[in-house]
């Protein structure tokens, strides 16, 4: 009987397992979320610190529950890691200040006084 169980057990398991080996932005987050629970574990059995007000052990217990929930979420969903989109985003920013500023420097060339030619002799 204990047998069959285990054998249950793991091919309902297995899924999961392959995509856990293959999905490495899921992996990557819950081995951040299992490190972030072992610093927050370690520092709750220091004796100095009340637990209930300290703001460290509090946000290392906020980070290990997001990423422990976004690693699910990947191995749930087959979500990868997200795409960065920033550099487009910078070189659009970089883009408008330059014309930005293209057109200050022209305003300023047409506003500034021309200095009258002074002919060859």
């Avoid at 047998?3 to 309902?12: S, V, Y």
């Avoid at 990557?28 to 100095?48: D, P």
């Amino acid at each position: 009987m204990r047998g069959t169980k285990t054998k249950e057990t793991a091919t309902r398991l297995a899924p999961y397992a392959r995509q856990l080996a293959e999905n490495e932005y899921a992996r990557e987050n819950l081995r951040r979320g299992a490190e972030s629970l072992r610093a927050a574990y370690k520092r709750s059995q220091k004796r100095r610190v009340k637990n209930a007000k300290d703001e460290k052990l509090h946000h290392q217990l906020e980070n290990a529950l997001s990423q422990l929930t976004e690693g699910t979420r990947a191995l749930a969903g087959k979500r990868q890691k997200p795409k960065r989109h920033w550099p487009k985003r910078v070189a659009a920013v970089g883009l408008a200040g330059a014309a930005t500023a293209g057109a200050v420097m022209a305003a300023k060339v047409a506003k500034a006084p021309q200095a009258p030619a002074v002919a060859a002799q």
